[in-house]
T-cell receptor, first 115, second 109 residues
Framework: GAGVSQSPSNKVTEKGKDVELRCDPI?????LYWYRQSLGQGLEFLIY????????KSGLPSDRFSAERTGGSVSTLTIQRTQQEDSAVYLC?????????????FGPGTRLTVL | EDQVTQSPEALRLQEGESSSLNCSYTVSGLRGLFWYRQDPGKGPEFLFT???AGEEKEKERLKATLTKKESFLHITAPKPEDSATYLC??????????FGAGTTVTVRA
């Protein structure tokens, strides 16, 4: 079966522009996560969706970042007024049900470069 | 706050030269410790989950072990295709994974 897919694979934007990153989780997975991987650093948790519950946004670094999940499937991460420090690889993961012992499966990521 | 430290940062091995990677962690109430492999330009690929001290898991040339303070990923007789960055992550109390910075392994033929 298909794994987690993300688009675009690469995005280059100018400082101050808005960007949208898309994630398609594994079919049947109800839990979806966004992480950010900056050069030389570990993955950083951003946001978590589980079914119809309110998302856990505790990892979002500023109010310029937002995410939504439509129909319990596809998710979009939006960064408004991008800054150079937003340059990173944004990774999406999904798991069966979001229980703490469920394995998170990752997509290939979107590499964002802010000029 | 959960802390995960991986060492060494980089490891260069000759094909067939076995070695170990270390992941030390400080968490309150470990629920699981995860190992992932990440190739350049790709997302992390799941390898193992360990839940309790003393547990061991194996897959091909890789073997992961867990104690109360650290985990080791042993690579036995590595091949060039084992070259990758190996990531360790811990989960404590909820669904968030806290990752280490990774160990980049290069295996020369």
């Amino acid at each position: 079966g298909a794994g987690v897919s993300q688009s675009p694979s690469n995005k280059v934007t100018e400082k101050g522009k808005d960007v949208e990153l898309r994630c398609d989780p594994i079919s049947g997975h109800t839990a979806l996560y966004w992480y950010r991987q900056s050069l030389g650093q570990g993955l950083e948790f951003l946001i978590y969706f589980q079914g119809n519950s309110a998302p856990d946004k505790s990892g979002l670094p500023s109010d310029r970042f937002s995410a939504e999940r439509t129909g319990g499937s596809v998710s979009t991460l939006t960064i408004q007024r991008t800054q150079q420090e937003d340059s990173a690889v944004y990774l999406c993961a999904s798991s069966t049900a979001g229980r703490s012992t469920d394995t998170q499966y990752f997509g290939p990521g979107t590499r964002l470069t802010v000029l | 706050e959960d802390q995960v430290t991986q060492s060494p940062e980089a490891l260069r091995l000759q094909e067939g030269e076995s070695s170990s990677l270390n992941c030390s962690y400080t968490v309150s109430g470990l629920r699981g410790l995860f190992w992932y492999r990440q190739d350049p330009g790709k997302g992390p690929e799941f390898l193992f989950t360990l839940y309790s001290a003393g547990e061991e898991k194996e897959k091909e040339r890789l073997k992961a072990t867990l104690t109360k303070k650290e985990s080791f990923l042993h690579i036995t007789a590595p091949k060039p295709e084992d070259s990758a960055t190996y990531l360790c992550a811990v989960q404590a109390g909820d669904y968030k994974l806290s990752f280490g910075a990774g160990t980049t392994v290069t295996v020369r033929a």
